[in-house]
């Protein structure tokens, strides 16, 4: 029963992910969907690891590190999507493929020293506060030349790419410009950025805006409302 409504809902998704990726000139396979399954438990998830997606993304680490360890051995790739506290790297960074919301240079320079202890690469994404809302996180666009310089000068970290979140108050015109920004900002900043930085992954768009996000640039979208539809929290 939640089966079939999550294979529902995953084609819908995938089908309007396939459609932007056209109108940005790329191919579905370009496009990296990654399911945000923070709003249910492990069992639901599970379900959605066995519509296919392997690719799961949490915003608290507890829930991380749980689903973590009851869905193990399955081949997920997690990514961390939410703010992390400093004090919650040791645990999450051997759980996790790719941290999307590296947002401050403190935070940083803890994933780096940890990586370094336990002997891996931990790839990041920066996150860009580009609506400028005062209560998100990230860096803002005019410091993110300078940041790029010191994660360079970090062991232990891959910089991959850039994360953001479009501002609520922003509407879909909005968002639309915002990540229309990110992308400009991309491609100013692969002008810019020392060798050891690698740019090319755009993390923008949710349920309500993945598909301007992907006409815009993005390379991974986090969806969780819409894989969800018609089950109860
Ligand atoms: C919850 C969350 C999402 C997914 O949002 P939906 O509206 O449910 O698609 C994406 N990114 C982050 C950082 C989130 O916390």
Redesign the pocket.
């Known amino acids: 029963m939640i089966s079939g409504i999550i294979e529902n809902n995953i084609a819908e998704v995938k089908g309007r992910i396939a459609e932007a990726a056209k109108v940005a000139g790329k191919s579905f396979q370009e496009i990296t969907l990654v399911a945000?399954c923070?709003?249910f438990d492990a069992s639901v998830t599970q379900a959605v690891v066995d519509a296919g997606l392997l690719d799961l993304?949490e915003?608290r680490p507890q829930q991380l590190w749980e689903k973590a360890e009851t869905l193990d051995g399955q081949g997920i790739r997690w990514h961390q999507?939410?703010h992390l506290q400093r004090n919650k790297v040791r645990r999450t960074l051997p759980l996790i493929t790719l941290m999307?919301?590296a947002d401050s240079l403190r935070l940083l320079r803890e994933v780096s020293k940890e990586a370094v202890r336990i002997e891996k690469e931990q790839d990041v994404l920066v996150e860009v506060n580009i609506s400028g809302d005062e209560n998100k996180h990230g860096f803002n666009p005019e410091e993110m030349e300078s940041v790029l310089n010191e994660c360079e000068q970090m062991a232990g970290i891959k910089v991959r790419g850039l994360m953001a979140?479009a501002g609520l108050g922003s509407g879909l015109d909005g968002a639309r410009r915002e990540f229309e920004q990110m992308r400009l900002l991309q491609e100013r900043l692969l002008t810019v950025k020392p060798d050891g930085i690698e740019l090319r992954e755009l993390s923008m768009g949710?349920?309500?805006d993945?598909d301007i996000a992907i006409e815009q640039g993005a390379t991974m979208v986090?969806?969780?409302?819409?894989l969800f539809n018609g089950i109860e929290r």
């Open positions: 945000v923070k709003y993304g915003n999507i939410g999307h919301a979140m949710m349920s309500r993945y986090r969806v969780g409302n819409s």
